[in-house]
């Protein structure tokens, strides 16, 4: 057999061919993985681990290879869980207090369920920031996980799916799944060097997940590839076919927004964002560089009115942020919460009504084009300093939260790529947009994308 180190570290794909080929087994890998969880327990990457259960499906997942009858490219193939999302046999806690970690769940979410009947393992329940509303992925009552692109200082993971990029990236499973209602799949997966795709509105159900915003959460899955996005995107369906088909740069144009994304950007996202575009104008794809109104609309929109976030959070968890309950949530959650109580009928109807018009504007602007940008203008930056002073986590964390943060307000669908590294090594990260609806589309073309920005970045390897 192959070294299962090496073979851990593979795609979610390739870890699939290599259960055909005879490489490795389905309980070899879980085996070992499971061993590497418990060992990086400090690291409070996992809330939940289903040891039981992924040895159960590892097993049955190893018969149907032995007879030839695999259930899907995936089958066998680890999986874990952002913690919002309802497990059979474990409690599902929103990464808060609110909620019972003695209750276990009597049934899978449907996409979990999905993935359970492609023969996929379910190693466990991963950490987020609390109720999922933050995008850099502090949890005070779980802990922070550690991002392991750099052991020396604790560095945000990014959020809110916190957990799930820190899993993908430090070698603890293979692929995650995240929700994300203003960046919380692409920003994890910018900040840990791994891939990240934000799904279009009403692509994946969300019943049986703890809500932030019912308008705007949506699921998504984080992996090693765009592949294993797109692989991924089809087990999560319930669909037996990959959609999306590998598209040709030279048929591709790329709009990059002059205006907004690329303020108060660091210098290596900068220059690792201008190198990308570099590659795919070689590749053959046409770069067109503009301003794009509506971006300016939706942020306008935000100074004035609020967030449909915030509103959507408070209706949903007012009695517990104004009770004494809330004494017990992260006090930097439950004052975002707390902002929408002071929104207006005016705001929300004026939110509704921008928010709509600058879809429209967008979606006619793109043509059929891609929207490009840094998926993040920062890196990843320490925990201390931002656990430390109220005033510069929120001043980070709208930061970093702004530019995916206009893509769930344009009801686009996004895929965010590792495009480089850092002087300090830490990954920065690129955007792709395209319009609701457009999921294999924009992954079609982020297969032949991936391909072209090959050589700019180097995932972390053995020993991570």
Known sequence: MADIED????????????????????????????????????DNVFITVTAARAMREAEAAAARYERGRPLSPLDGVPIAWKDLIDIEGAPTTGGSLLFSREVPKTRDQQSAANAAAAGMVCLGKLNLSELAFSGLGLNPHFGTPVNPNDRGTHRAPGGSSSGSGAAVAGGLAPCAIGTDTGGSVRIPA????IVGFKTSEGRLDKTGVIPLSRTLDTLGPLGRSVADCAVLDMVLRGAVTVEARRRDLRDLTLLVPTNHVCDQAEPAVLANFEQALEALARGGATIVRDKVDALDAIAEMTARHGTLTAAEAYFEYRDAVESEKGGAMD????????????????????IGRIREKAIADVEARLGGALLVMPTTPVTAPEVAPLDADDALFHEVNLRTLRNTWLGNNLRLCGLAMPNGRDHRGLPTSILFSATNGEDDRLLGFGLEIERALQGLFEPLGRGA
């Open 7 to 42: 073979i851990s570290r593979r795609t979610a794909v390739e870890i699939g061919l290599a259960f055909r080929n005879g490489e490795t087994t389905p309980p070899a890998l879980a085996d070992y993985l499971l061993g590497r969880i418990e060992a990086s327990r400090g």
């Open 331 to 350: 006090r930097r959650v439950r004052h975002r919460i707390l902002s929408g109580r002071q929104m207006s009928a005016h705001d929300l109807v004026s």
């Open 190 to 193: 910018a900040f840990n060097g």
